[in-house]
T-cell receptor, first 114, second 113 residues
Framework: GAGVSQSPSNKVTEKGKDVELRCDPI?????LYWYRQSLGQGLEFLIY????????KSGLPSDRFSAERTGGSVSTLTIQRTQQEDSAVYLC????????????FGPGTRLTVL | KNEVEQSPQNLTAQEGEFITINCSYS?????LHWLQQHPGGGIVSLFM???GKKKHGRLIATINIQEKHSSLHITASHPRDSAVYIC???????????????FGAGTRLTVKP
């Protein structure tokens, strides 16, 4: 597609449920990033993929969070046993490679945990 | 202390005014980014720079590597420029977290007609 797409755009879930958030990067972009923006807070780095591998998982806030990327394209961020503090906008971005170039952001998924 | 500091936090201007947003950082970087986030939440990358100055339309971004400081200027501001402007840095490629983008808290700009 022309840009980074994310789905769903909005997700409301109950505390304790698992959720999956999807990111489709720009075709040909090898680097993919996940960020989180909590209400009234700044952006927070979660994880970075170069191809299918994730050399940097340092930003994942807990072991309830995991992410995978298959085929060097689509990525899924999974949050298990969601908590209310997980409520945030989850943003995905991609860039041509991991060493240079601007990042292109998706529209985000707004997650609300009740 | 945050590694990336922006000022001001909030800025209100009248249409047509020249606007400056400042960013200071305390870590080594490979590049500095200026991002724009509109009320709907979408983020657009405005500039990525590692030295000197870049211009795109009414937007100008400068960086002083020695002083670890960058500025974003908007000339002839317009209400449609109203958004949150975010400064972010990416660390040197040799560092452990080689793509961990560090973000400033953002500057909320409101341009009144």
């Amino acid at each position: 597609g022309a840009g980074v797409s994310q789905s769903p755009s909005n997700k409301v879930t109950e505390k304790g449920k698992d959720v999956e958030l999807r990111c489709d990067p720009i075709s040909g972009h090898t680097a993919l990033y996940w960020y989180r923006q909590s209400l009234g807070q700044g952006l927070e780095f979660l994880i970075y993929f170069q191809g299918n591998s994730a050399p940097d998982k340092s930003g994942l806030p807990s072991d309830r969070f995991s992410a995978e990327r298959t085929g060097g394209s689509v990525s899924t961020l999974t949050i298990q046993r969601t908590q209310q503090e997980d409520s945030a906008v989850y943003l995905c971005a991609s860039s041509l490679d991991g060493t240079s170039g601007s990042r292109f952001f998706g529209p985000g998924t707004r997650l609300t945990v009740l | 202390k945050n590694e990336v500091e922006q000022s001001p936090q909030n800025l209100t201007a009248q249409e047509g005014e020249f606007i400056t947003i400042n960013c200071s950082y305390s870590v080594g970087i490979s590049a500095l980014h200026w991002l724009q986030q509109h009320p709907g939440g979408g983020i657009v990358s405005l500039f990525m720079l590692s030295s000197g100055k870049k211009k795109h339309g009414r937007l100008i971004a400068t960086i002083n590597i020695q002083e670890k400081h960058s500025s974003l200027h908007i000339t002839a501001s317009h209400p449609r420029d109203s958004a949150v402007y975010i400064c972010a840095v990416t660390p040197p490629l040799s560092s452990y977290n080689n793509n961990d983008m560090r973000f400033g808290a953002g500057t909320r700009l409101t341009v009144k007609p």
